[in-house]
């Protein structure tokens, strides 16, 4: 499975962006994408995932700001991240994952200026 990703910039606090992440090669009908995000310095974190059958999940740090949606047919995800802050900058990364696998795309930078 193969993740591209794309859709980061350089936004103002409280600006918006739109990420997408398609997905190609070997892909089951039963899967979960995600976004991770990892600033400078700090691990890894997952911000957003989403099952096939539309399940989502967010943790409360960006609950209400960020937005996580799919089209099936496209076998893409989207990020939708809204009110961004300063803390938000990070590279972002989709991931993909079936049968006890899990592949990540090469990640896109979101960076927000103050």
């Known amino acids: 499975v193969q993740l591209q990703a794309s859709g980061g910039g350089l936004v103002p606090a409280g600006g918006s962006l739109r990420l997408s992440c398609a997905a190609s090669g070997s892909i089951f009908s039963i899967n979960v994408m995600g976004w991770y995000r990892q600033a400078p310095g700090k691990e890894r974190e997952l911000v957003a995932r989403i099952t096939s059958s539309g399940f989502t999940y967010y943790p409360d740090s960006v609950k209400g700001r960020f937005t996580i949606s799919r089209d099936n047919a496209k076998n893409t995800v989207y990020l939708q991240v809204n009110s961004l802050k300063p803390e938000d900058t990070a590279v972002y990364y989709c991931?993909?994952?079936?049968?006890?696998?899990?592949?990540w795309g090469q990640g896109t930078l979101v960076t927000v200026s103050s």
């Open positions: 991931t993909y994952s079936s049968d006890g696998n899990t592949y």
